[in-house]
């Protein structure tokens, strides 16, 4: 995904912008307008939220906020399983190849978990939530190497890009992705850049 730029440039607004979309796609809207992108976009998102999102599941709401208190995805998601309704509340922070600076995510977790304290008490919701580094580099563990370290002391897991991908979508005939009736979903989730 880097091209001759050094560094990231602003690459990380365009992962914001496509990960906010798809995260919205996760909703039952989606199920029977595009169901393969729902199927994509109900993974991802359980995925982020150390749930599983089945059949049964309903994603009642998805909201995303780019740059909230200059965390790149602040997440809030209402799922329904069995009748009851479940709360989260998911940080992201992406990189491209940026390195992690100064405490950033140990800063970012104690923000966030503040807000989150304060509006249970407010709304009497009980909050799950979830922390996530999300990185363009598709192999796990060079991801964790480049940001484990970053990561200590905090809740935040590393995931690479195509950790987000429901592999059963994987066709074996053709080699590639099974393409989810969007392009944009396509281009930026299922393709080598």
């Known amino acids: 995904m880097c ?3 050094e560094g990231d440039g602003k690459a990380e607004i365009v ?10 796609h996760a909703t039952d809207k989606y199920t029977t307008e595009k169901p393969k992108l729902s199927q994509y976009c109900r993974y991802m998102l359980g995925r982020l939220l150390d749930t599983t999102i ?9 909201e995303v906020w780019r740059e909230w208190q200059y965390m790149d995805l602040c997440v809030e998601a ?10 989260y509340a998911l940080l992201i922070e992406n990189k491209y190849y940026s390195q992690l600076h100064n405490d950033q995510l140990k800063r970012y ?5 503040e807000f989150y304290t304060l509006k249970g008490k407010e709304t009497g919701n009980k909050w799950i939530l979830r922390y996530k580094l999300v990185s363009c580099l598709e192999e796990q563990e060079k991801a964790k ?9 905090t809740d935040f897991e ?3 890009f195509y950790k987000l991908i429901d592999e059963t979508l994987w066709d074996k005939d053709k080699g590639e992705y099974i393409d989810s009736e969007s392009e944009i979903f396509n281009e930026f ?3 080598r850049w």
């Open 3 to 5: 091209d001759s730029t």
């Open 15 to 24: 992962m914001d912008y496509v990960m906010s979309w798809s995260l919205r």
């Open 54 to 62: 089945d059949d049964t599941t309903h994603v009642n709401s998805v």
């Open 78 to 87: 209402i799922i329904e399983k069995d009748g009851v309704d479940e709360y």
């Open 109 to 113: 977790q104690a923000k966030f978990d």
């Open 145 to 153: 190497n480049m940001y484990g370290n970053g990561t200590m002391g």
């Open 158 to 160: 590393i995931l690479s």
């Open 189 to 191: 989730w299922l393709r």
